[in-house]
């Protein structure tokens, strides 16, 4: 299952605490950066779920891994617009920055790695 997956329970994790963070950002930023941090980290978790569902098709289940590193690396910009903003503090970006690391990190073993998952 999906769920069992470690690049899924580290990005969910990641997605959590992103979610938290953002409850104290400005009300101005309700349809801006908290809508985008929220979106782009909640839908690696998506990616990886919608690829483990395809991972019989090889080439598909890549591109959603692929899509789920791609909404990780946004994940990280937007910690960046945080941090520019003062809406995080340095220790808080570098720690959430750490973990979109690990999650890519772990995204890349998949793509490299996609047979070690496949149902074949």
């Given at each position: 299952?999906?769920?069992?997956?470690?690049?899924?329970?580290k990005g969910f994790q990641?997605?959590?605490?992103?979610?938290?963070?953002?409850?104290?950002?400005?009300?101005?930023?309700?349809?801006?950066?908290?809508?985008?941090?929220?979106?782009?980290?909640?839908?690696?978790?998506?990616?990886?779920?919608?690829?483990?569902?395809?991972?019989?098709?090889?080439?598909?289940?890549?591109?959603?891994?692929?899509?789920?590193?791609?909404?990780?690396?946004?994940?990280?910009?937007?910690?960046?617009?945080?941090?520019?903003?003062t809406y995080i503090s340095?220790?808080?970006?570098?720690?959430?920055?750490?973990?979109?690391?690990?999650?890519?990190?772990?995204?890349?073993?998949?793509?490299?790695?996609?047979?070690?998952?496949?149902?074949?």
């Open positions: 299952m999906f769920k069992e997956l470690k690049a899924y329970q990641l997605a959590m605490k992103i979610f938290e963070v953002t409850k104290s950002f400005p009300k101005e930023e309700r349809f801006a950066l908290i809508d985008q941090m929220r979106r782009s980290s909640r839908s690696v978790c998506a990616n990886i779920a919608e690829g483990y569902r395809k991972r019989l098709y090889v080439k598909h289940f890549i591109t959603k891994l692929s899509d789920a590193d791609m909404e990780n690396t946004e994940t990280q910009v937007w910690l960046d617009f945080a941090l520019s903003c340095k220790e808080v970006h570098d720690a959430l920055l750490e973990d979109s690391l690990e999650v890519g990190k772990l995204l890349g073993y998949m793509i490299q790695n996609p047979n070690k998952f496949s149902k074949r």
